[in-house]
């Protein structure tokens, strides 16, 4: 029997690529983080313009990061469900093959 890997969702995106996409969200978002809190710290004038775009940045990658975490969730939900409904297949299966090699 032959497998075929489906895509989930409609990014098509595995769950090992949708992990893969959230980590590196998570390092970039820490990295913006850590940049602000540089540029607090530095007593060196910082611009309100270049604040604010460091700001709306924080805010777009932190939402990226929340919907990329949503996305992976349900798509592990959904493969888990698959998982398991394949188990207890495979567990029919095996125990019809056991009544009737029990009759032979």
Excluded at 72 to 80: F, L, Q
Aim: glycine residues 2%; without cysteine.
């Amino acid at each position: 029997m032959v497998w075929s890997q489906k895509t989930i969702g409609e990014s098509g995106k595995t769950t090992k690529e949708l992990e893969k996409i959230i980590a590196k969200m998570k390092k970039v978002l820490d990295r913006t983080l850590a940049d602000n809190e540089e540029l607090r710290s530095t007593p060196a004038v910082v611009s309100q313009e270049q604040l604010n775009r460091l700001r709306s940045e924080k805010a777009a990658l932190q939402a990226e990061l929340e919907k990329a975490q949503e996305t992976a969730a349900s798509t592990v939900a959904e493969e888990r469900q698959k998982s398991e409904a394949q188990t207890a297949r495979l567990s029919r299966e095996y125990e019809k093959l056991r009544k009737e090699l029990e009759k032979v």
